[in-house]
């Protein structure tokens, strides 16, 4: 019974996890900012704080691997959010380098 309990706390810190970290996501997305309220935002930037301090105290103790894995981890999350960003960016000025040269 004990197993039972425990995958119901662990399923739901990691959907809590998943939440704050799309909402964070949703702060950087043009389109998906004006989805969060003010206090949605501030919440979202506070926790991505706390896993920053996280991911510092994992590097003072010396567990690298930790600390690795998760700045890997938010690493390829900041490139996600930035590559379509990015991308349709530079789509778009060689459209209007292709218009102003002809």
Known sequence: MAWFFTGIILYYNLFRLAAWVANFVLVFDPIGRYALTHKEKTKACFY???????????????????????????????????????KDRWIRRLENESVSAS
Do not use: K, R
Not at 48 to 57: E, H, Q, S
Not at 58 to 76: D, E, K
């Open 48 to 86: 991505a704080a706390c896993f920053v301090l996280i991911i510092l105290a994992l590097l003072a103790v010396h567990a690298w691997i930790a600390a690795s894995a998760l700045f890997v981890f938010f690493g390829f999350l900041a490139l996600s959010i930035l590559y379509p960003l990015l």
